[in-house]
């Protein structure tokens, strides 16, 4: 499959860095796209940049309700769904004394319990059309370190999830991706090294990943920088 021709696509986290990236490659490549986030106005913005092709949709991923709509919306409108990218995410660092049980909660509910919601709400739908469901994880994910308590540990409950929904897709067909970028120059990463990766780098990995040969899947990619020889030190 060369690219995303009648093709419907979510994208949670759609409204900046990597998730705006993601909507607008998808749409470049054919495929109608649904934008959610809740930042209706960033949104708007993107889809006047692809007219008919991106719809923007206001969603916070943490609330059942508003999920549930969002898949329901697209489905409604498009007639299917072939692809799920679970992109939205939150961080917020500080040794486990110092993080706040808010901060604490804010991750489990937007990195763990939001791909969980889409996902249940979204298999229904993506098992007829033998889709694909991209988690985007994080190095931080499969290593820890100090400061990440908190973002470790809802990085890692994304990879247990996502093992999961492999063993019970695979049976209907069902791709289950995860990438796990290291730090990438968006705003989440608040001030990345220079060399850090680009959301137009992350981008083209998860496009090879939905785009992968008939009866391959990109099970899981760890994706990092290289760093200029002159810091390795």
């Known amino acids: 499959m060369a690219d995303l021709q009648e093709k419907t696509v979510i994208v949670t986290g759609g409204s900046k860095g990597l998730g705006a990236s993601l909507a607008r490659r998808f749409a470049q490549g054919g495929a109608q796209v649904v934008a959610a986030a809740r930042s209706t106005a960033a949104l708007e913005k993107l889809a006047e940049e692809f007219p008919g092709l991106i719809l923007p949709f206001t969603c916070d991923i943490t609330q059942t309700d508003q999920v549930k709509s969002l898949i329901d919306t697209t489905v409604d409108r498009f007639g299917k769904l072939d692809i799920l990218v679970n992109n939205a995410g939150v961080g917020r660092f500080g040794q486990i004394p110092e993080l706040s049980e808010e901060d604490w909660d804010l991750m489990m509910a937007v990195n763990l319990k939001g791909p969980f919601l889409a996902s249940k709400f979204a298999i229904p739908h993506l098992i007829p059309t033998k889709g694909h469901i991209v988690n985007v994880s ?15 540990a809802s ?6 999830l996502s093992d999961v929904l492999t063993q019970e897709l695979k049976k209907h067909e069902v791709k289950v991706n995860t990438i796990c970028p290291g730090s990438i120059q968006t705003e989440f990463s608040g001030n990345p090294k220079a060399y850090a990766l ?29 760093v200029p020889p002159e810091i390795q030190k």
Do not use: D
Request: a negative charge; glycine letters at 14%; one cysteine or more.
């Open 155 to 160: 990085k890692f409950g994304l990879m247990a």
């Open 138 to 152: 994080s190095v931080a994910g499969t290593v820890t370190f100090p400061g990440g308590g908190g973002y470790c």
């Open 198 to 226: 680009t959301a137009e780098q992350v981008t083209e990995a998860i496009w090879h990943m939905v785009t992968a040969p008939e009866g391959v899947i990109y099970n899981q990619v760890i994706m990092r920088p290289q």
